[in-house]
């Protein structure tokens, strides 16, 4: 009877592996029908004409002086900025360089690289970029005003 019970448990899984195994190896002898080379691919997809983006704005702050311009114009300032940082340091080397075999203390200081900063989000028209500049520049100043020290109340000597 112990027998018995193996078989039954053994039966079924047998059958599964056999199954399994004449699946699997009739699938790999199966090789997807070949294309001919000259013959393209149908493109299903509708080509849709691209929409041109519109010209954003934004406030951009510039050695702490916030300015208005286009979207556009911030990434070519930017690289603008990069080459300058790049030559000015290039320079700087070499000066740095000739005092160095000349034996001279070389005391200028390291170029500075100059980065605009977007500050608020971008609008769609110049009249409210200017309005949201405005209104930076407006905390700024309360900010300013803010920051002079509080004035202490003199302890007493008494104690």
Do not use: W
Not at 36 to 57: G, M, S
Not at 63 to 90: H, I, T
Not at 140 to 148: C, V
């Amino acid at each position: 009877m112990h027998q018995a019970r193996h078989l039954r448990i053994r039966a079924p899984a047998v059958c599964f592996l056999i199954l399994f195994v004449a699946t699997t190896a009739s699938a790999k002898d199966k090789k997807p029908p070949k294309r001919n080379e000259t013959e393209k691919p149908k493109d299903t997809r509708v080509e849709r004409p691209k929409r041109e983006k519109a010209e954003r704005y934004m406030v951009v702050e510039s050695d702490g002086e916030l300015v208005v311009m286009k979207s556009s114009e911030l990434a070519e300032r930017n690289k603008a900025l990069g080459s300058e940082y790049q030559a000015a340091f290039k320079k700087y080397r070499e000066e740095m360089k000739a005092a160095k075999d000349a034996g001279e203390k070389f005391t200028e200081p390291r170029p500075v690289k100059k980065s605009l900063r977007r500050r608020g989000s971008s609008y769609k028209t110049e009249e409210e970029a200017s309005v949201a500049r405005a209104k930076l520049l407006e905390a700024r100043d309360k900010l300013k005003g803010s920051r002079k020290p509080a004035a202490r109340p003199e302890k007493d000597k008494d104690l």
